[in-house]
Structure formats: C-alpha cells, structure tokens
C-alpha cells in the first residue's frame, strides 16, 4: 500500500510536466539565459524555440513554479511515504528532495521570458502573486510581467492604489519599463511619492522617471518632495536629487533655491556634493559658486589639501 502511494505520487509530480524533442520543461527553462539581448546564444536560442514550441502548455505548471505552497501538504505527505519506502529496504532507493515544497521562480520567468506576450492569458495570475511574502518570488513574478507586454498595464493600475506598499513599488517598477505607455499610472504615482513608506515613495519616483521624463508637473513635485524633507534628509533625498538632475533638469529650474538652501544648511557632506551635482545640471552658471566647495566623501576620490 505504502509502495502505491509513493508510486502514485511520484507519477504525478513526474508525469505532469511538458516534455519536448525528451526533455523536460524544467529542463529547457534552466537552460534559458534570462535576459539575453537578441540574438541569443545558442542554448538560449533552442530553449526559447523549445518552450514556444510546447506554448501556453507551459503555463500551469510554470505559475505553479511561483507558488511554494500550492501543494505542500500532499508533496510532505509524499516525502514521509518514500522516507518510509526507503528505510523498509535496500534494493530501490527515491530521490525526496523533489517532494519538498519550494518555489522555483526562476524557472517561471525563464519560460516567460521564452514566451512573451503569447503568455498574456496569465497576467491575472501574475498580478495576483505579486503580493506574496517571497520577495525573490514577488521579483521574479514582476519581470514576467514585464515580458508580458503593455496588456499587463490595467491590472497593475490596480495593485499601484493597493495597501499593500511592497506590491505597489513592484507595480510601480513594472509600469516604469513601458515607458510612455503607462501614462495613465501618473495620477497614482504622485500620490505614492507622497507616501510615509519611503521605499514605496523612492520606486514612484524612479517610475515617474521613466514613464514622464522632462514632466514639469513631475519636477514640481520632485521638488516638493525636496521640501517637506525640511533638512532630514534620508535615501530618499539622494534619489529625488538624481532623478530631478538627470531626467527633469530641463523643467527644474525652481529647484535652484531648494537646491542652494540644501547646499548651505545640510549637515552631511555627502548631501551638499550631490546638490551641488544637481545644482550643476540644472543650472551650471549657479554651480560654478559651490564646485569649489565640493567636498571629498567616499563617493567621490579625496583631494589633496
């Protein structure tokens, strides 16, 4: 009884997969290198040809791979019985490691990566696991969506407004990779740059970069942001200084006196470089009276005195 049962759970776990030209699913999938510009090497290639040849087949088992409980119990219950089978004799013996419950989310993205947007009939699935506790996992899971293409953008209009602060600087990451296309996430994304959770309000900004750089209604409030900092000054003042200098130093020009109040009043010396950096790309003419000011720190090399 307890060799049927062993048997039957290893005919499930074993037999269920996609195979194609007698390789397995998995297999093509470690075989992909993610993120391979074209044209790919030679073993990405065929792995790529190989999944898009098996097709939304893939599927199932693919957003399985993003879910580390989806069959835990019966896969534990699996584990116990060939432990069992294998103490009670000597002549077979079973592999358990492939019983344990754990996710593979590289494999998933692998086989999206393969399929682009002929996997868009996954996106709610994908979108809805973007919430879960795995950070490796909920990583993996925002880059397939990516590859997914624009199709993805409604729904993750949604997870950006969500509660869930860490889904939403996903979401906020994934519409920053369609550029111009997820201009409808704007409105939602100076909200969260407004956000107390300072992650969240740092990847609104990096988004707002990509997807509106040059925006004078985002360099305002990039230079709010700068503001309300009121000289406590975080990460999130590094972040807002590049991403005001590099992308919206065009329409940034009412940053000068915010720029030049940080410059004279902040404690660090790392913040007054980088407004001086800032300064410089906004207004090279003003900058020209603080560079000779600009002070060495372990960003940049020291000079001798």
């Given at each position: 009884?307890?060799a049927?049962?062993?048997?039957?759970?290893?005919?499930?776990?074993?037999t269920?997969?996609?195979?194609?030209?007698?390789?397995?699913?998995?297999?093509w999938?470690q075989?992909?290198?993610?993120?391979?510009?074209?044209?790919?090497?030679?073993?990405t290639?065929?792995?790529?040809?190989?999944?898009?040849?098996?097709?939304?087949?893939?599927?199932?088992?693919?957003?399985?791979?993003?879910?580390?409980?989806?069959?835990a119990?019966?896969?534990?219950?699996?584990?116990?019985?060939?432990?069992?089978?294998?103490?009670?004799?000597?002549?077979?013996?079973?592999?358990?490691?492939?019983?344990?419950?754990?996710?593979?989310?590289?494999?998933?993205?692998?086989v999206?990566?393969?399929?682009?947007?002929?996997?868009?009939?996954a996106?709610p699935?994908?979108?809805?696991?973007?919430?879960?506790?795995?950070?490796?996992?909920?990583?993996?899971?925002?880059?397939?969506?990516?590859y997914?293409?624009?199709?993805?953008?409604?729904p993750?209009?949604s997870?950006?407004i969500?509660?869930?602060?860490?889904?939403?600087?996903?979401?906020?990451?994934?519409?920053?990779?369609?550029?111009?296309?997820?201009?409808?996430?704007?409105?939602?994304l100076?909200?969260?740059?407004?956000?107390?959770?300072?992650?969240?309000?740092?990847?609104?900004?990096f988004?707002?970069?990509?997807?509106?750089?040059?925006?004078?209604?985002v360099?305002?409030?990039?230079?709010?942001?700068?503001?309300?900092?009121d000289?406590?000054?975080t990460?999130?003042?590094?972040?807002?200084?590049?991403?005001l200098?590099?992308?919206?130093?065009?329409?940034?020009?009412a940053?000068?006196?915010v720029?030049e109040?940080?410059?004279?009043?902040?404690?660090?010396r790392?913040?007054?470089?980088?407004?001086?950096?800032?300064?410089?790309l906004?207004?090279?003419?003003?900058?020209?009276?603080?560079?000779?000011?600009?002070?060495?720190?372990?960003?940049?090399?020291?000079?001798?005195?």
């Amino acid at each position: 009884m307890g060799a049927g049962a062993v048997f039957v759970g290893w005919w499930f776990f074993e037999t269920r997969e996609p195979v194609y030209h007698g390789q397995k699913l998995s297999a093509w999938a470690q075989q992909v290198g993610v993120g391979e510009e074209q044209p790919f090497s030679a073993p990405t290639a065929e792995a790529v040809a190989a999944i898009c040849a098996i097709g939304t087949d893939a599927l199932p088992l693919a957003i399985g791979w993003f879910d580390p409980d989806a069959h835990a119990s019966f896969r534990t219950k699996c584990g116990d019985l060939v432990d069992y089978f294998n103490a009670k004799q000597r002549w077979l013996h079973f592999d358990t490691e492939r019983f344990k419950p754990q996710p593979k989310p590289d494999w998933a993205r692998a086989v999206f990566f393969a399929l682009g947007t002929n996997a868009q009939s996954a996106i709610p699935q994908l979108v809805q696991r973007l919430t879960t506790a795995d950070p490796n996992v909920a990583g993996n899971v925002a880059e397939a969506l990516v590859y997914l293409g624009p199709a993805s953008i409604p729904p993750l209009l949604s997870v950006l407004i969500s509660t869930n602060s860490r889904a939403a600087g996903l979401a906020a990451y994934c519409l920053s990779r369609f550029g111009t296309n997820s201009a409808a996430a704007i409105p939602a994304l100076l909200q969260n740059l407004k956000s107390t959770n300072e992650s969240l309000a740092n990847d609104s900004a990096f988004a707002l970069a990509g997807i509106a750089p040059g925006s004078p209604t985002v360099s305002a409030a990039l230079i709010e942001r700068l503001e309300v900092a009121d000289g406590e000054h975080t990460l999130g003042t590094f972040v807002t200084l590049d991403i005001l200098g590099l992308f919206f130093a065009s329409n940034a020009i009412a940053a000068v006196p915010v720029l030049e109040e940080i410059i004279a009043k902040a404690d660090e010396r790392a913040v007054r470089n980088r407004a001086i950096r800032t300064l410089a790309l906004i207004d090279p003419t003003k900058a020209v009276h603080y560079q000779g000011g600009f002070e060495a720190t372990s960003e940049s090399p020291k000079n001798p005195r």
